[in-house]
């Protein structure tokens, strides 16, 4: 069990369930998202276009989550200001800048200028998502991990809990993708090192690649490896998985340790080429029946954050050097 401020305590509590898993509702996506519904539309699409699609998400299906994820730009502060988001709810944003600098096989992120972690908790952010590119044996991983902990410092100024994703790729020039055995290796290194650092939540990617590693006990076992890696809650990421094999992921992670999941694409993708009136019968009845799924799922089998986190013993004048 860690000690953590009573700041960052509560933001966890406010983002996730009364049973103490989180069911994060994601629409944070920028650039890809925004190529891939002007793909489909015969106007060009924007940016209130772009919000109010992300409107529709939250509106529809942020009831049935603990929290919703929302990028600075488009969404975060126009949903509050439009009482999109129920108080009722958590909100995490993002502090990095879109996509990524420097060679594919070398990648380097940023942060977002003009923006940042005190800046989103003066707005009533709950939870500070960064997301970073990452593998061991990239040129630039010092550079990532440096990046990581100045965010970190700056969460722990703020308190507010930092939920970190390290999305790995491969840096080798000849190889596009790494393989299920290497990918299972980056993400449980990543977790080991990133949570040893003072990260407070561990967004991860499926700790293998279930297209090319279908046996679904090898799944539970990588699993049961990253639990024993990460020092800190770890909650699954979906990317664009079909949500019938997301459920199998959710399974497979909360039965071996995870703390739930920030899932986005696989709830809502099936929107992006429709038309509103047909986005909106989707969010209000399938997908919001699949945001209901996973929520449940995770109550009924995540492991509870509180069983990673407390506040330290609070007397009657805690508050005098506080």
């Given at each position: 069990?860690?000690?953590?401020?009573?700041?960052?305590?509560?933001?966890?509590?406010?983002?996730?369930?009364?049973?103490?898993?989180?069911?994060?509702?994601?629409?944070?996506?920028?650039?890809?998202?925004?190529?891939?519904?002007?793909?489909?539309?015969?106007?060009?699409?924007?940016?209130?276009?772009?919000?109010?699609?992300?409107?529709?998400?939250?509106?529809?299906?942020?009831?049935?989550?603990?929290?919703?994820?929302?990028?600075?730009?488009?969404?975060?502060?126009?949903?509050?200001?439009?009482?999109?988001?129920?108080?009722?709810?958590?909100?995490?944003?993002?502090?990095?800048?879109?996509?990524?600098?420097?060679?594919?096989?070398?990648?380097?992120?940023?942060?977002?200028?003009?923006?940042?972690?005190?800046?989103?908790?003066?707005?009533?952010?709950?939870?500070?998502?960064?997301?970073?590119?990452?593998?061991?044996?990239?040129?630039?991983?010092?550079?990532?991990?440096?990046?990581?902990?100045?965010?970190?410092?700056?969460?722990?100024?703020?308190?507010?809990?930092?939920?970190?994703?390290?999305?790995?790729?491969?840096?080798?020039p000849n190889k596009d993708k790494i393989s299920s055995a290497e990918r299972r290796e980056v993400v449980i290194?990543?977790?080991?090192?990133?949570?040893?650092?003072?990260?407070?939540?561990?967004?991860?990617?499926?700790?293998?690649?279930?297209?090319?590693?279908?046996?679904?006990?090898?799944?539970?076992?990588?699993?049961?490896?990253?639990?024993?890696?990460?020092?800190?809650?770890?909650?699954?990421?979906?990317?664009?998985?079909?949500?019938?094999?997301?459920?199998?992921?959710?399974?497979?992670?909360?039965?071996?340790?995870?703390?739930?999941?920030?899932?986005?694409?696989?709830?809502?993708?099936?929107?992006?080429?429709?038309?509103?009136?047909?986005?909106?019968?989707?969010?209000?009845?399938?997908?919001?029946?699949?945001?209901?799924?996973?929520?449940?799922?995770?109550?009924?089998?995540?492991?509870?954050?509180?069983?990673?986190?407390?506040?330290?013993?609070?007397?009657?004048?805690?508050?005098?050097?506080?």
């Open positions: 069990m860690k000690l953590t401020s009573l700041g960052k305590f509560r933001a966890l509590q406010q983002c996730s369930t009364p049973a103490g898993s989180f069911a994060i509702l994601a629409a944070d996506h920028r650039g890809n998202l925004l190529e891939a519904l002007q793909k489909h539309s015969p106007t060009p699409i924007t940016d209130s276009d772009f919000t109010a699609f992300k409107g529709q998400i939250i509106e529809s299906l942020a009831v049935a989550g603990s929290a919703v994820l929302l990028d600075p730009e488009y969404s975060a502060a126009q949903l509050i200001a439009s009482n999109t988001i129920s108080g009722q709810r958590g909100l995490l944003t993002g502090v990095e800048k879109t996509g990524y600098s420097g060679d594919p096989t070398a990648r380097e992120n940023s942060l977002l200028p003009d923006w940042g972690v005190a800046k989103a908790k003066r707005a009533g952010v709950s939870g500070i998502k960064l997301l970073v590119h990452y593998h061991p044996a990239s040129p630039t991983a010092s550079q990532i991990e440096a990046l990581v902990q100045q965010v970190i410092d700056d969460c722990a100024a703020s308190e507010i809990p930092l939920y970190l994703e390290p999305l790995s790729y491969s840096p080798y290194e990543g977790a080991k090192r990133f949570s040893a650092m003072g990260i407070d939540i561990l967004k991860a990617e499926f700790p293998l690649d279930v297209a090319s590693d279908t046996d679904e006990a090898e799944w539970e076992r990588a699993c049961a490896d990253l639990s024993i890696a990460c020092a800190v809650p770890w909650i699954l990421l979906s990317g664009s998985t079909a949500f019938e094999t997301y459920i199998k992921q959710v399974t497979a992670a909360c039965r071996n340790g995870a703390s739930g999941v920030a899932v986005g694409r696989a709830i809502w993708q099936e929107s992006i080429p429709m038309s509103n009136a047909e986005r909106e019968n989707f969010f209000k009845h399938e997908a919001l029946r699949r945001m209901q799924r996973v929520t449940a799922l995770c109550d009924a089998l995540a492991r509870p954050w509180t069983d990673f986190y407390q506040v330290g013993e609070l007397t009657t004048t805690w508050y005098v050097n506080y």
